[in-house]
């Protein structure tokens, strides 16, 4: 089943800019579904065995030999909360899903594995108030009636092993008059949207944040129809890849499609590893990529961009 499941996350990937996601499907006990994006995982195998590691923080179980390599693995259902995960008569999660994202490997472990299925991001829909384990979610979806959750692994992986802030090492940008020095962000994951919150706080420059890139067309074109040019509005929108609704690659799609917002800068800013992305970015007309997380390396992108957008108010003028 693991390697069925691998050999078809490369036919998948072909879904990329078509506003559609595949999802590994899994359990973390007898019954709700879980879903995570299939780009985000390298390979699922049963559960192998643990062993400590002192360095590790204290919400892993342990880590494991895979292939040679060492990957710190944490019990999801523990991380995130979800009590139903361990009514399964005392059963240990049966298999680890090996994840990459944000530069770093990590696995999970989980009860079961299902299937990978893709689904049409606008059937995707916001999550409900659910309280701690709902603070865990970016959406919730429907496949064959079956309701699936999807879990942010980011805020999972920020909880569970904090970063080091790399804010200190920013310095504030020198504002230029005329030029706007506000921001549009638009990113599904509470974490990410308060990371770069953050860094642009940190350079002294103003943020407006939205959780899908519906929302966001939609704003933009609400600006345009009132008359606000929004490449006026906004010096540059940072956008995730992986939303629910609408994903970044179609909103940087729709925004060149769009002439009243084609002149927006647009940097896509995803967890997603790999050249495959920067192919995409090049197709869908984005002016920059940057992987995450890097406070200092998005602080740098961004910097970089408002001095291009200084040059150009200065030949304005």
């Known amino acids: 089943m693991s390697q069925q499941l691998l050999d078809r996350i490369d036919q998948r990937t072909r879904l990329a800019g078509h506003n559609r996601l595949a999802l590994l499907l899994f359990r973390l006990g007898p019954r709700q579904l879980f879903g995570v994006n299939v780009f985000k995982v390298q390979e699922v195998i049963?559960?192998?065995?643990?062993f400590t590691l002192p360095q590790l923080p204290s919400a892993f179980r342990g880590a494991a030999d895979v292939r040679g390599r060492t990957v710190p693995v944490l019990d999801l259902a523990r991380a995130i909360g979800h009590q139903a995960g361990h009514d399964t008569g005392g059963a240990e999660p049966a298999y680890l899903v090996v994840t990459e994202f944000n530069r770093s490997v990590?696995?999970?472990?989980?009860?079961?594995?299902?299937?990978?299925?893709?689904i049409a991001v606008e059937d995707i829909q916001p999550p409900p108030d659910m309280g701690r384990e709902g603070h865990y979610?970016?959406?919730?979806?429907r496949y064959q009636g079956?309701?699936?959750q999807l879990i942010d692994v980011e805020s999972v992986l920020a909880e569970s092993a904090p970063r080091g802030s790399e804010l200190h090492a920013i310095q504030p940008l020198q504002p230029v008059a005329g030029a706007s020095n506000e921001v549009l962000v638009v990113d599904?994951?509470?974490v990410a949207r308060n990371q770069i919150r953050q860094v642009l706080?940190?350079?002294g420059l103003a943020a407006t944040l939205l959780s899908d890139g519906r929302q966001a067309l939609e704003h933009l074109r609400q600006l345009a129809d009132a008359g606000v040019?929004?490449?006026s509005r906004y010096a540059m929108v940072i956008s995730d890849i992986e939303?629910?609704?609408m994903d970044g690659y179609t909103l940087t799609t729709e925004i060149r499609r769009d002439p009243a917002l084609a002149d927006l800068y647009v940097l896509l800013h995803t967890s997603l590893s790999g050249v495959f992305n920067h192919a995409m970015v090049e197709q869908v007309g984005a002016d920059d990529f940057v992987p995450k997380y890097s406070e200092t390396e998005l602080a740098q992108r961004i910097a970089v961009r408002m001095e291009r957008g200084k040059r150009g108010t200065s030949e304005e003028e």
């Open 201 to 203: 706080d940190q350079l």
């Open 188 to 190: 599904d994951s509470r």
């Open 137 to 141: 979610l970016t959406g919730v979806t």
């Open 229 to 231: 040019a929004p490449s």
């Open 106 to 118: 990590q696995g999970f472990l989980v009860a079961g594995v299902e299937r990978i299925v893709n």
């Open 46 to 50: 049963p559960r192998p065995p643990l």
């Open 243 to 245: 939303m629910p609704s």
């Open 146 to 148: 079956e309701l699936i």
